[in-house]
Structure formats: structure tokens, C-alpha cells
């Protein structure tokens, strides 16, 4: 035999040797290397891998009604755009919504002042009046029922003047208004204000006195 079939055969043994020690290395490795899933695939539908254990799987939580609302909150601001934090804070700053306008009084029920209607003596009546200062003191009373006419008027729109708002008035021996009527020059002259002002006047009930019906007249004035 050939001294060079010899070598041909050593190197061709050592080049056989060296693949095969190649390939079992990486089996090894392969073989070692730990799995993708620790279970190894055991684990069925409705199961995970968990520490090398198959638990069943926790289904999702059900939606609840505020988690559903919210969800259609924010569903709705997407389709209509972002919201904008001016627009509450511009609604806060206008204050409370206001209330309708006060309506006009309907004071065609209310009977009219007359001068003769205080002139019917009653024979059984005695001769007392109501004096100055008590008249006085019972229109202090009414100012303020006057100036909420004058409010409301404001109310609805109106732009009122100065002057003075005349009211003559026909008193039972009771403290019942008999009848009123009112005047005011044309800077107060808005509608409602003369209604409202009659009413006033009317449903006040005036100190009673023993003596006939009697006329007093006020002024209200208006700055």
C-alpha cells in the first residue's frame, strides 16, 4: 500500500471524525436548550402554561353599566369632535339660566275708584276716617309690592323713566279697597306696570275704622 493512500485515508478519518463530533454537539444543544412552551403542548383549548402547569383560562369581565355608559360617552364625543373645555367654563361664568318673565296681571276684575262711591252715607256708620299719618304709614307698606311692579316691568323688556305713579282708592270702614285706579306719565307708562299697581293696592287690607267709606289718594315715585 501507498504511503500517500495512507495519508488519504488518515485525513479523510480525521475530516469524518470532526463532523461527526460538529453535528452531535449541536443535537446536544438543541436537545438542552429549554422549550418555546414549558408544557410542551399539553395544554388544551381553555388552558394556559403556567410554571409548567396547565390552569384554566380566566375569561374576560363582563362589561358593567358604567364601564358601557362610558364607553358610549366617549363613542359620542369622538363622532362629534373633541370637546372643548371653554364651553363649560363660558357656561359657568353666564351664571344660572334666568326665569321666564313675569307675566302682565289681568286686573279687569278689579273694581274702578269712583267719587261717588264714598258720598253713600251709611246712617249706622259712625264718623271715624283714617288719618294722614295712618294713610302715610300704609303706603310705606305698599312701596315695596310698587318698586316689584316696576321690577317686573324691567323684566320684560321695558325701559322705564322717572316720575310718579298717582293711585286713588275707595276704603270701607273694613280696610277693604272698594275700588282703585292708577296714573303715570307716558315714562312709565309699560305695559303692566298700572295693572300691577292696582292689584297692589286692592288685596292690601287698610286698618278697619267705624265711619262711611272714604277716597284717599298716594304717590309713588319713581327715580
Known sequence: MSRSFFVGALLASSLWAGAWFFLHREATAGADAPSADPCAGRCGEGTVCEAERCELAQPDPEPTADTRRSKRRSKRKAGGGAADPSADAEASDQGPVQDAAPAIIDDRSIP????????????????????????????????????????????????????????????????????????????????????????????????????????????????
Not at 176 to 181: C, K, L, W
Not at 190 to 199: D, E, L, Q, S, Y
Open 112 to 223: 274702578a275708584y269712583s267719587e261717588a262711591a264714598s258720598k253713600t252715607l251709611d246712617m249706622n256708620a259712625g264718623s271715624e276716617r283714617l288719618s294722614a299719618e295712618v294713610l302715610d304709614a300704609q303706603l310705606r307698606r305698599l312701596t315695596p309690592r310698587f318698586q316689584g311692579c316696576v321690577r317686573d316691568a324691567i323684566a320684560r323688556g321695558a325701559a322705564l323713566g322717572s316720575g310718579t305713579i298717582t293711585i286713588k282708592a275707595t276704603i270701607a270702614g273694613s280696610g277693604r279697597v272698594e275700588g282703585v285706579s292708577a296714573s303715570a306719565p307716558a315714562s312709565l307708562g309699560a305695559p303692566g306696570v298700572i295693572p300691577c299697581v292696582r292689584k297692589a293696592v286692592h288685596d292690601h287690607r287698610f286698618p278697619a275704622f267705624d265711619g262711611p267709606s272714604m277716597n284717599a289718594t298716594f304717590r309713588f315715585e319713581v327715580d
